[in-house]
């Protein structure tokens, strides 16, 4: 229905447009209106959380209005758009972006202050918005900032979950889970409840001729749950461009709440139904890299997937355009394999519901994707058990087999002597059940495919994709290496940094062209500025102390080398060869004189990061960290000469606090693990160095900033295969000093050293499959040669500011251009001038 306002009563409309605030006086006005009739209280009942929300909503009626202007000028432009489709977005909070985005952040500040709060109190009453796992989710984030700031029509599609990923508590040193319900109050949001797509489950495909004796297929019966749109504005910075991200939230279709079984009695399944309908956005699944198969994460792919595609051809088709100009529209950024049933369901609506052919249909399908790879960990490959796929999505099955049967036809007519690569790259895994190889499906289904940092993209083409890089050619697979918003990860989260960094280089331009940072080289000696830079670091160490004490009870010595390693844990990554290093650390200490002691640079042991509720090894390693703390804090003998830390509950807003208060922080997966690594970028540019293995981005940042300012240790990729196949068919030498380690563990140094046998065995007797010992010499060695180097502080932060002057390349403007302009050809739409900042 068109809903528009006829010409003649348009003029009232303009006059009454809403406008928000535009200086303090109306902010405040704002404020004080929605505390008093949008919150109904009044000054006499207005603590920071009534605050919060009033300046969260006064601040979202200004971008509210941004956001609409730049849809309505994105529909009349009928360009190309970009959609990002990601099972994750680690926003955390809101309310400082958008106030800097706006660029309304003086004066809400000044505003609050005459309204008796101050705006950090303000700010940190917000509840993270944690719908993501790890670097996957917040890479999602980062770019959702990027592609807003430099004006590229892009709308982001993900679920709306109704519990985020779990908090996180430390309870007698183990993991413990709670649930993260944060949607009790969430200003960002806008329910979009004329916005409602049916979703269709399970049922049967029939196949019939039409009466012009058409083949028609038809796929009914099942289950179906409804889809409502939330709308969430992603402002860009210093631009009035605002995006959009739209989250799908599932409920019962109307009717499925039966209300015939209600009065009838029946209560107990009429509430059944509805409640099986809202489980489908109930929860993210807190998995990071690694896959399980379970039916309901399928069907929330399929939900989102099939919502979002849904909204986007409806859009496409307002534009009365011809198919064949489909990619010309729409440009779809698959996420990792979640959303690869998008390929599926986008032929599906071409042949079944609008009856092209099926070779017309997949030139379009295969020209509107793009498919980013985020790991080549093979328990994170994700593949989908043939039978339960058939029964919940029994058309879809249909045509990924047809997908793959001209496929293969296409690969044997290519390579007719090559048998068995047909089994190789076939998306059907001939298992016991058969198998769905989604990443297969992903690189059939699209016209470019990148992994996320040079050595991960090399290593696609080498291993995983070999077969594939044979049949498609070289050139549908390319790099994109990651980068992170400056915006939040400099300005936000070190303010001081940021203002420093603007003094010098003449104002915050550098936060839209972080290359500007290489002006800072010139400061590398200067007196005056290298003892403001070292005191910021030491200002945002102190802050962080602050938090240790008032979260464990501990107090450390902000003086002391902070060494962070903060992250999701997974053998992988490592944090067990960090912990096994400070152990080593520890019984050096014990066995020195007080005279050789005092000749030791101090240090803070700080690590932080999620397990996965359901990993077991992982837990056991945040357990060993507690324990190895509550023996080493209490040790009278080691004083302030090592702390260990454990921050419980890592998440976006603390990071904002750990980033920028790190000397050392530790990159240190096993070679060709870590396809890139975002943190490490994060700490590099708030005047940290870091302690990495050669592996994902950490080599493109030795590049950039120079082998002199990064320790790097460690076998290389190259070397990892053979040095595994060694320890499974030779002698496994344990490392000495890890012997060590492990005597002490096993004398139950740190409690009952039953606790800790898997992890030793996984080493000493299960092939060192991440090869610990084989690293740890070169581990040891490299965190003596930091302490060495942190003894000459001069030196130290002439490092800090010479590797942030060169930290340009990882802004994720950078990444996205490099998507806009190799990938999805799309290009900035800028607004006019008139309609900046009015
Ligand atoms: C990769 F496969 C996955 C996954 O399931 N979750 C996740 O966070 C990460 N990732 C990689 O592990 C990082 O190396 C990478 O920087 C990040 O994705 C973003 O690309």
Redesign the pocket.
Known sequence: VEASIPEPQREAWKKFQAKGFTNKEEFEREVVRHVETTLARSMFNCDETAAYAAASLALRDRLITQWNRTQQRQTFADGKRVYYLSLEFLMGRALDNAMLNIGAKDIAKDGLADLGFRIEDIISQEHDAALG???????AACFLDSMASLNIPAWGYGLRYRYGIFKQEIVDGYQVEVPDYWLDFNPWEFPRHDIVVDIQFYGNVRKYQNEQGKNVITWDGGEVVQAVAYDVPIPGYDTVSTNNMRLWSSKAASGEFDFQKFNSGDYESSVADQQRAETISAVLYP????DRGKELRLKQQYFWVAASLYDIVRRFKKSKRAWVEFSDQVAIQLN?THPTLAIVELQRILIDLEGLEWDEAWSIVTKTFGY?N??V?PE?LEKWSVPLFQNLLPRHLQIIYDINLYFLQTVERKFPKERELLGRVSIIEESQPKMIRMAYLAIVGSHKVNG??EL?SDLIKTTIFKDFVRIFGPDNFTNVT?GITPRRWLHQANPRLSELIASKTGGLDFLKDLNILNELEKFVDDKEFKKEWAEIKYANKVRLAKHIKTTTGVTVNPSALFDIQVK?IHEYKRQQMNIFGVIHRYLTIKAMTPEERKKLAPRVSIFGGKAAPGYWMAKTIIHLINQVGSVVNNDKDVGDLLKVIFLEDYNVSKAEIIVPASDISEHISTAGT?????SNMKFVLNGGLIIGTCD??NIEITREIGENNIFLFGNLAEDVEDLRHAHTYGAHNLDPDLAKVFDAIKANTFGDAGSFGALVSAIEDHGDYYLVSDDFHSYIQTQALVDEAYKDQDEWVSKTILSVSRMGFFSSDRCINEYAETIWNVEPLVPEPQERNG
Request: glycine fraction near 18%; charge should be negative; avoid cysteine.
């Open positions: 796992n790890g670097g996957l989710g917040r890479l998995n990071d890299n690694l990792d980013t985020h790991t960990l994170a996320v940092a991960h990651n999701r870590e396809a890139s690594g975002t994902g981005a």
